[in-house]
């Protein structure tokens, strides 16, 4: 668990050090998750069939994936680390307000007013530091989408083994991306 916590948290120190801009890095990285996810699912003999309309699904939250990882270095890269990790943090205002829409059900006010803490400090950055107003921007569309493909993916989750959804969420997602870098 350390270990993951490390890498994760190591993500954004790595996602600055790394000079391709935002497409370029995350065209790689779900390239190469993809691949190896393909390895491991090979060499395991662990594929599983998914109905079609099961991988259209793994295929919205990868291109979800794909978008969020995006902007969420766009954000490194416009403002810096800490700022993209701080706007991230506003998933928590974006996951109980999308919840129930995906979902159905209601909104829970306790979560929406500890989430609103994340956007109240979201602004006293912007605030006082309005120079990395395209920054916070990106790290913001970042925690929205975050919480989009999480709940989209919860749905699916119990289903399927998880690598093979993360294959399929990372094929798509890179496909995608491949298709938008003429573009960006």
């Not at 948290?9 to 190469?32: E, H, K, N």
């Not at 996810?37 to 793994?58: C, E, G, N, S, Y």
């Not at 530091?129 to 993916?153: M, R």
Request: hydrophobic fraction near 60%.
């Amino acid at each position: 668990m350390h270990l993951a916590v490390l890498l994760w948290g190591f993500t954004g120190v790595l996602g600055r050090a790394i000079t391709l801009d935002a497409p370029m890095l995350v065209w790689y990285r779900m390239l190469l998750t993809a691949v190896f996810m393909a390895a491991i699912l090979f060499w395991r003999k662990q594929w599983v069939p998914i109905p079609r309309a099961d991988v259209k699904r793994l295929a919205l939250v990868g291109i979800l994936m794909g978008l969020h990882w995006v902007a969420f270095y766009a954000s490194i890269k416009l403002a810096n680390i800490s700022i993209a990790l701080v706007c991230l943090s506003t998933a928590s205002i974006f996951t109980p307000l999308c919840d129930p829409l995906i979902n159905g059900g209601r909104h829970d006010a306790r979560e929406l007013i500890l989430g609103s803490l994340a956007i109240l400090g979201v602004y006293c950055i912007y605030s006082f530091q309005q120079f990395y107003a395209w920054g916070i921007l990106a790290g913001v569309v970042a925690a929205l989408l975050s919480s989009v493909f999480t709940i989209l993916n919860k749905q699916i989750a119990n289903k399927y083994p998880s690598r093979t959804m993360v294959f399929y969420e990372m094929t798509t997602g890179w496909l995608f991306i491949s298709l938008l870098i003429p573009i960006l």
